[in-house]
C-alpha cells in the first residue's frame, strides 16, 4: 500500500503543499487532480522520493521510499525525458539496467510491450524518427518496462490518437487488476471518470474534493436531466430547482438542484411531443470540478 501521511512542502516561505494525507491499495487507481499549479509535480516528486518533504511521511509497503525501491517504480512525466539519438532497444536498455533488470529481461518484455503496441518494427529505430505518439509509446513503454509496483502517469494520453487512448487504458487497468498501485493525472476529466474510483482535487496545495468518485457524485447532489422531444421550456425554467436549460444540438439539458425536482420536470415533459428522451444522469467530474474549484479543468 501507498501512504501519503501530512505530507507538506515548503519552497523557502511558500507552502506549495499542505497536510496531504492518502492511500492506494494494490489494484487501485487513484486520480491526484488540480488546476496548475496545485501542487501534483511537487506530490509526485515527494512519493517518488526525489523531494523531501518538509514534514510528513510517504511510504510504500510501510518502507519509506528511496533509491533502494527504484525497481518497484515506474513514472511517466509530463516532461517527457527520451533520449531522442538512441534507439528504441537502447533505451529501453538503459532504463530497464537503471531499474536493476537484467538484458534478457529487459529486450524479452520490450519485444513483448512493443507487439502489444502494434509497434514491434521501430525495435532498432532511433526515437528522433519516430512520430509524437510513437514517442509517447516508448515512453510509456519504458514506464512500465519493469512491472512497476507503484506507477505514476501524468497525461499519459497526450499526443495519442482515440484507437491508441484505448490500447494504453487496457495496459494501465491490466497492471492494476495484476496489483499495481497506479497515480493517474490528467486534466481530461472523461479520462479520470473512467479510472479512478478514488481521487483528491488539490488547490493551492490543498484538497477541495477527495473520496471516492461515487460519494463526491452523490454529495454533491445536483442532477441533470436529458430530454429529446417539444416541450415547454419556459413552464420547466419557472419550476423551483431548476437551475438552468442547455440547448445542445440534439437534446435539452435541464440542470437540476437535486433529485426530488425531477417529478416535477417529468411532470411538465409529459405533456410536451414526440418526447423519446427522459434520463436522469449524474453530472459529469468536470462540472463538479468548475463548481467546486471555480475553473475550467479543461486545459
Ligand atoms: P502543473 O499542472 O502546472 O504542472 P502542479 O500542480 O504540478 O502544476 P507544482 O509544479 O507542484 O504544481 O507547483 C506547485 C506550486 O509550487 C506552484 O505555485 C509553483 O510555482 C511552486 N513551485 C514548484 N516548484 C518550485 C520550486 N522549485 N521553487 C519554488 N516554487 C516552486
Known sequence: MLKLENITKYYGDFLAVDKLTFEVKEGE???????????KTTTFRMIMGLLEPSDGSVTLDGKKIDYSVTDKIGFLTEERSLLTKMTVKEQCLFYGTLKGMSEDKILSRLKELLEKF?????????????????????????????????????????????????????????????????IFSSHRMEHVELFC?????????KPVLEGELSDIKEK???????????????????????????????????????I?????????VSKGKNVTKFDVVE?????????????????
Do not use: C, H, W
Not at 29 to 39: C, D, E, Q, S, T
Not at 249 to 256: D, V, Y
Open 197 to 205: 474510483k478514488k481521487l483528491v482535487v488539490l488547490k493551492n496545495g
Open 220 to 258: 454533491y447532489r445536483k442532477k441533470n436531466i436529458l430530454v429529446k422531444g417539444d416541450i415547454d421550456l419556459d413552464k420547466i425554467r419557472t419550476l423551483d430547482g431548476v437551475i438552468e436549460i442547455i440547448e445542445k444540438p440534439l437534446e435539452f439539458e435541464i440542470k437540476i438542484d437535486n
Open 118 to 182: 502494434e509497434i514491434s518494427e521501430y525495435y532498432d529505430k532511433k526515437i528522433k524518427e519516430l512520430s509524437k505518439g510513437n514517442q509517447q509509446k516508448i515512453q510509456f513503454i519504458t514506464a512500465i518496462i519493469n512491472e512497476p509496483k507503484l506507477l505514476i502517469l501524468d497525461e499519459p494520453f497526450s499526443g495519442l490518437d482515440p484507437f491508441n487512448v484505448e490500447l494504453f487504458k487496457s495496459e494501465i487497468v491490466e497492471m492494476a487488476k495484476k496489483g499495481s498501485i497506479i
Open 260 to 268: 426530488e425536482v425531477a417529478e416535477n420536470v417529468f411532470k411538465i
Open 29 to 39: 487507481i487513484f486520480g491526484l487532480l488540480g488546476v496548475n499549479g496545485a501542487g
Open 283 to 299: 453530472p459529469s467530474l468536470n462540472e463538479i470540478f468548475i463548481a467546486k474549484v471555480g475553473e475550467s479543468y479543461e486545459k
